[in-house]
């Protein structure tokens, strides 16, 4: 049954809505500011709440269900990182407040600082970049600054493997240097033989993302960054999935010289909707006089063994420069201070093993069903190939919008790009065995009916408030209405809830 609009509900003379008395004086509009033919509902306040929480309920997120997109690391963000965020003393802190009045906000901006820099092995690291991109950006200006610095003019290029993270060209452009692109061997490794060719004295550095966005540990690491840095060039490495080696592997110990992290992804964080985004980037001996400043620094030392150091913003001698307004985004870094403070290293540790643990668990339940173009040990994710041969039919997208039949999220879709077909999956370690369990069963069911009933698939997802839509065309003809809210006791029961 679908219940009528709320607009179908509107009678004359009911109120959803009792305003308080002014306590001001009453004043007249300006012209022009309402509008005659707004033609507003007309109904009782318990209409307008059943309206606005049936809408709520169909909004997916990761406290309603399983969330496999990989690349974006959906995971359950623990409540107790919300209330730290919220506290008044720190929510309630003003950008512009003088430095002795923020001392506990500045020692934990200088202490989570310190905690990135150690859990990925390097000498220091700046919190100001507001997302990954910007971080990469960052990155890419120190690398840019440190070869101007000492004369070098001629490092333009930066070698890109074709396995990266899809905003790593457009930030190697942005920071003013051209993107070389380098293909896989077989193995879905960094191609050597292109690498040693490719590498010459323009060479300012290379960006890698470990483990890559096939999921996979370079097994060629350590001849990668010396071919690199036999050449002068720098080693960026794209720390998007370091939800995948804390605790096992410090990049920084093997020769990276700076790398960003996404507190939105290994940190718990929020993600998704647009934000907000934080990308900390973390330098090694080299590159410390160029990190994006301010920082928060130790500006005096205790003068006690009962009294604290007094923290304040320091800038680095040779610093990129400012790159957000005030002190990056501060309640992520609340979030990301509290999450790392629970878990200490030890915790840490253990992410990185059960999200390592969940993918393989995984990949290992699928592989005799689809297609996995590079079948090793993988990292948190795994990529497979969402078409068959001998149902020519189907596609990646028709398998993701039939798992929204079943009140799943799709997988990322189409990318990597050097995949066909790609389905990227990330359960992330905060799932249980029984989702993941539950979600195999979906795959092979759809897997199954895209040979038995390939229309099926096509015609998905049939449970959701809006069908198969023309998404280039919707994204270039906005048509923003109110839609029936459907009655979801109308599913199936093969439609299986992993709630």
């Not at 802190?93 to 200088?110: K, N």
Request: hydrophobic share 40%.
């Amino acid at each position: 049954m679908t219940e009528p609009l709320i607009y179908e509900l509107s009678s004359p003379g009911r109120c959803g809505v009792l305003l308080p008395e002014l306590d001001v004086p009453e004043t007249a509009l300006p012209e022009g500011l309402l509008r005659d033919d707004l033609d507003l509902p007309e109904v009782s306040e318990v209409q307008v709440i059943r309206h606005f929480v049936k809408l709520s309920t169909l909004n997916y997120s990761i406290d309603k269900g399983f969330y496999p997109l990989g690349s974006c690391t959906m995971k359950y963000n623990p409540k107790v990182n919300e209330d730290a965020a919220r506290l008044p003393g720190l929510a309630g802190l003003h950008p512009l407040v003088d430095e002795q009045d923020a001392q506990g906000a500045l020692a934990m901006m200088y202490h989570l600082q310190g905690w990135l820099a150690e859990i990925a092995g390097f000498a220091g690291c700046s919190l100001q970049p507001a997302a990954g991109a910007q971080g990469e950006f960052a990155g890419l200006l120190m690398i840019r600054a440190y070869h101007l610095d000492r004369g070098d003019t001629k490092r333009t290029r930066i070698l890109i493997p074709n396995s990266a993270h899809g905003t790593n060209p457009a930030s190697v452009t942005m920071a003013g240097f051209e993107a070389v692109e380098l293909p896989s061997d077989e193995n879905g490794d960094v191609d050597l033989e292109a690498l040693r060719v490719a590498c010459d004295d323009t060479v300012a550095g290379m960006m890698i993302t470990v483990p890559s966005t096939l999921g996979l540990f370079e097994v060629h690491l350590p001849e990668v960054i010396e071919l690199v840095h036999a050449c002068g060039g720098l080693m960026y490495m794209d720390g998007a999935n370091m939800n995948a080696m804390m605790g096992v592997l410090k990049p920084g110990e093997i020769g990276f010289d700076v790398q960003h992290y996404n507190l939105h992804k290994t940190f718990s964080t929020p993600h998704g909707g647009g934000g907000p985004g934080s990308g900390p980037v973390a330098v090694n001996e080299k590159l410390l006089p160029f990190l994006p400043g301010p920082i928060a620094g130790v500006v005096e030392e205790a003068s006690g063994d009962d009294e604290a150091p007094l923290y304040g913003w320091v800038m680095p001698e040779k610093s990129i420069g400012r790159l957000k307004a005030f002190h990056g985004n501060f309640g992520m870094i609340i979030r990301a201070f509290t999450y790392i403070r629970i878990h200490g290293g030890t915790g840490l540790k253990a992410v990185s093993q059960y999200a390592v643990l969940n993918a393989n668990y995984l990949l290992s339940q699928l592989r005799d069903t689809y297609t996995v173009p590079h079948d090793r040990f993988c990292g948190h994710e795994f990529v497979i190939e969402g078409h068959w041969k001998d149902a020519p039919g189907v596609h990646a997208l028709d398998i993701s919008k039939r798992l929204m039949d079943y009140g799943l999220h799709p997988p990322t879709n189409y990318f990597p790009l050097i995949v066909p077909e790609a389905l990227m999956i990330e359960p992330t370690e905060t799932e249980p065995k029984e989702t993941l369990d539950a979600f195999v069963e979906v795959m092979k069911t759809i897997a199954r009916e895209a040979h038995e009933d390939p229309e099926l698939l096509h015609s998905a997802p049939h449970v959701t408030p809006v069908g198969r839509v023309d998404e280039v065309l919707a994204a270039k003809q906005l048509a923003l209405c109110c839609v029936p809210i459907p009655d979801w006791s109308a599913r199936t029961e093969l439609k299986t809830d992993l709630a």
